[in-house]
């Protein structure tokens, strides 16, 4: 039996577009005419039906363009958009960050389906791994097929081939119902290169540029409708999918005044929509720049976001256990570096950074911003996926070696993040895919992706080509890797660093309870929080640190004679001391 037509419905259409002398509304091939008002807002009332096409003719230009708040993308990022109906997620009482481990995926590589559904059968596996929330790669619509998300031109929109709107709310939900929170991750530093329209419409974008495309304009003319539209994209994520909260990318990128913020300003949103909603809400800054004021409370004269990424706890860890300095690794890797940034957070806090040539960062208050605020990993999508070949540490590193970095970030005072099968030691690689359909487009991806990395000195035949088909089929998780001996006893060893986590010795949020020792070499180095001392060995020989103590976790079994332990290489040992 065929299931009757969707029913027609007084529909509100408005759209911000003060650029064109006229706008009209096309609806399913009806052309309605929209009235202004002085702001620059055009809005009619018409009848339609769920899943309505819909779209907007500017001036005489007889090109439909996309709702620049398009909930709906079905026929791709140049189509019109589409309507969607007007559900609520299903009622949850939500979980606070700090405590939780993060595990960051991205949708379209995390199974072989790379959907919304295929993923959600996955999440049984996280529970069971002792995750609190999945942080998704960006799932807004961007052209093409297949890519990292990050060059999305339908902020509100949500990727069709993951599953469109429906697969995200399904996504969402089964998260939920297995105690999981979501996080998402967003991009409002910039504007993809195909199908962005919204210079037709307004003032979205300035002349100026960053690493990526042309800046947002945040505090130019027309800007204050431009904030209210990131503004609104956020709260459509948290409100209308009932996301947990939000990532926001490159937040370094956003030039703003520093007086008031647009991070201030969504930071406050997240505030209002956390008692509107009853659950906790949180938002998580990516950010260079080493400022503490980002997660500052406001009254304290911060812009009050919940935590932000901490690449220089990546860097310090990833430089003393594998020996890599190349780049930005220049300043890190000494035992020095890994005390500073495991007892105060950030290295360059107000200290020469020979990378960027300038003093860089300034200091954490441990009184003001707790540990917690700060995440923390040994890998992320751009750590893995931004090196030529998209290689993991498991490619080169030792499975000890791989332990102590889990070790290390599992035991610290930080809000942990893994990487999709780093628990594994996944050997798949992640790298830099996309699928540009414009050829143009395409041909400069590529070329500026083996000039990048020339200057680094890979030759042009060892980069992947991200255009190729390939480079993303090799980027997707082989989930029967952990049925190896290698690679599940790696697992093992993640899923009981995780449990420790619940140990009341690792329970204070403050930087002033976490103390280190070393001998200034790359030896043992040892970590003490409460009764609890972590060892790690990163030298290939067995080493003697004077700590004694009951183990309660290893890599291999240690020796331990009175006041002293004796690590084997390439291991670590946590112990219980009495104090």
Avoid at 37 to 46: E, I, N, S, V, Y
Avoid at 67 to 84: K, M, N, T, Y
Avoid at 87 to 100: Q, Y
Wanted: charged content about 20%; proline content about 8%; some cysteine.
């Amino acid at each position: 039996m065929s299931m009757p037509p969707p029913s027609l419905a007084d529909h509100r259409f408005e759209v911000w577009a003060p650029r064109p002398d006229r706008v009209r509304l096309w609806l399913d091939g009806a052309v309605h005419p929209m009235r202004a008002d002085p702001g620059g807002w055009w809005r009619t009332t018409a009848p339609a039906r769920e899943g309505a096409r819909y779209g907007y003719l500017l001036d005489d230009d007889g090109t439909v363009l996309p709702d620049p708040r398009s909930p709906r993308q079905p026929d791709g990022v140049h189509a019109p958009s589409a309507l969607i109906p007007e559900v609520a997620p299903p009622r949850w009482e939500g979980r606070e960050l700090r405590g939780a481990v993060v595990y960051e995926l991205h949708i379209g590589t995390f199974t072989s389906e790379g959907t919304f559904d295929a993923a959600v059968e996955r999440l049984p596996y996280l529970v069971e791994l002792g995750v609190g929330f999945v942080q998704v790669m960006p799932v807004n619509a961007f052209n093409g097929t297949h890519g990292w998300g990050y060059d999305g031109v339908g902020w509100f929109a949500v990727h069709e081939p993951y599953g469109g709107p429906a697969g995200l709310e399904r996504f969402v939900a089964a998260a939920h119902q297995v105690g999981l929170g979501v996080l998402l991750d967003v991009v409002h530093n910039h504007l993809g290169p195909s199908g962005n329209y919204l210079g037709r419409f307004g003032p979205y974008e300035t002349d100026g540029a960053n690493t990526w495309g042309r800046t947002i304009n945040l505090d130019g003319a027309g800007s204050a409708e431009v904030r209210r539209f990131i503004l609104d994209d956020m709260a459509w994520w948290l409100r209308r999918y009932g996301v947990d909260g939000l990532r926001l990318d490159a937040v370094h990128a956003l030039v703003d005044d520093p007086d008031r913020h647009l991070l201030a300003d969504a930071a406050a949103l997240a505030t209002e929509l956390s008692a509107e909603l009853g659950r906790p809400l949180a938002l998580i800054a990516e950010s260079d720049l080493n400022d503490p004021r980002l997660v500052t409370a406001a009254d304290r004269g911060g812009y009050g976001l919940a935590a932000q990424w901490n690449d220089d706890v990546h860097h310090a860890i990833h430089t003393y256990v594998s020996g890599e300095r190349q780049g930005y690794y220049a300043d890190f890797g000494s035992p020095e570096c890994l005390a500073t940034v495991l007892t105060e957070g950030f290295f360059h806090a107000g200290t020469f950074s020979s990378f960027r040539g300038r003093v860089h960062g300034e200091r954490i208050d441990p009184a003001v911003v707790a540990p917690s605020q700060l995440l923390a990993y040994t890998c992320t999508h751009d750590q893995v996926g931004n090196r030529a070949r998209g290689d993991r540490p498991s490619e080169y590193l030792s499975p000890g070696r791989l332990a102590i970095k889990a070790a290390l970030v599992l035991f610290s005072a930080f809000t942990p993040m893994l990487f999709m099968g780093e628990e594994w030691g996944a050997r798949t690689p992640f790298r830099f895919f996309t699928s540009h359909p414009e050829p143009e487009l395409a041909r400069a991806t590529v070329e500026g992706r083996t000039a990048e990395f020339a200057a680094h000195g890979w030759p042009p035949g060892e980069v992947p080509d991200p255009q190729d088909p390939a480079t993303f089929a090799a980027s997707h998780l082989d989930w029967t890797e952990r049925e190896h001996p290698e690679h599940a006893r790696l697992l093992r060893s993640y899923r009981a660093l995780i449990a420790l986590r619940d140990d009341p010795a690792l329970a204070v949020d403050d930087l002033r309870a976490v103390t280190v020792d070393h001998p200034g070499e790359a030896t043992w180095f040892a970590v003490h929080r409460g009764d609890l001392t972590l060892i790690v060995n990163v030298s290939d020989p067995p080493v003697t640190a004077p700590f004694g103590g009951t183990p309660v976790l290893e890599w291999a079994a240690p020796s331990v004679q009175g006041g002293a332990t004796t690590v084997p290489g390439e291991s670590f040992v946590v112990l219980r001391r009495a104090l």
